[in-house]
């Protein structure tokens, strides 16, 4: 079962503060302006990491940050739900199926690709950070041109202060840290600010604000 994804605005907060949050180029919002999405449909994230369950933590936590920007999410649990009844497991299958045929389907405007390329925890001799990275493209269905595109990554490292305690105490921290994250599903939290990260409008290279946004049209 897909969990459910609870933000609150200070971590919506953290989570645009700081860490990586896409190229420093300008994006051309050319193709995005003139289609003016207003419902998206989710794919399942195409996992390149290690880590199994990174495909459903990333879509678990997409349709906040969406709905934030003022966009209709087809509901994601639905979503995957009739791709395994139309015989389709796999998150790279299903990045394969044309843009009209998710259109026939969903009724969708858009389409929201998503890669995995980090999840989870690494020890690094005298620190063990959970980091999380993916990158997101936004696809009209109608069209099948790709309208927006962007990257993020957290890491549970950010802001921490490793100098107490000299190399042995880092060391013994790293080790602790290293056995809590393999035992749980650390990546989870870092994943939810990842996504908010990649999915939150109005700051350079996001995605433009939907109809649902007071603030649509003015970005």
Not at 85 to 106: C, D, H, M, T, Y
Not at 144 to 169: C, D, K, M, P, V
Request: proline letters at 6%; aromatic letters at 8%; a neutral charge.
């Amino acid at each position: 079962m897909l969990r459910l994804f609870k933000p609150t605005v200070a971590l919506l907060a953290l989570a645009l503060l700081g860490g990586c949050a896409g190229p420093a180029k300008n994006l051309d919002y050319t193709a995005f302006k003139a289609a003016r999405p207003h419902s998206i449909l989710v794919l399942p994230p195409v996992n390149e990491s290690p880590d199994v369950t990174a495909t459903y933590s990333m879509m678990s936590q997409v349709t906040f940050p969406l709905a934030e920007a003022g966009y209709y999410v087809m509901p994601v649990a639905l979503v995957d739900e009739t791709f395994k009844q139309n015989g389709l497991n796999n998150a790279a299958e299903i990045s394969q199926v044309p843009a009209a045929k998710l259109r026939s389907i969903f009724g969708a405007d858009a389409a929201l690709y998503v890669k995995v390329t980090d999840y989870g925890t690494k020890y690094m001799v005298l620190s063990s950070a959970t980091i999380v990275t993916a990158s997101a493209s936004l696809v009209d269905l109608k069209t099948g041109t790709t309208l927006w595109t962007g990257l993020a990554s957290a890491s549970s490292e950010e802001g921490q202060n490793n100098s107490g305690g000299g190399i042995i105490g880092m060391l013994i921290t790293a080790a602790v840290k290293q056995i809590i994250n393999s035992s749980t599903d650390a990546g989870y939290p870092i994943a939810g600010l990842t996504s908010a990260r990649l999915l939150s409008a109005g700051h350079p290279n996001a995605l433009l604000y939907g109809p649902r946004s007071p603030k649509y049209g003015t970005d």
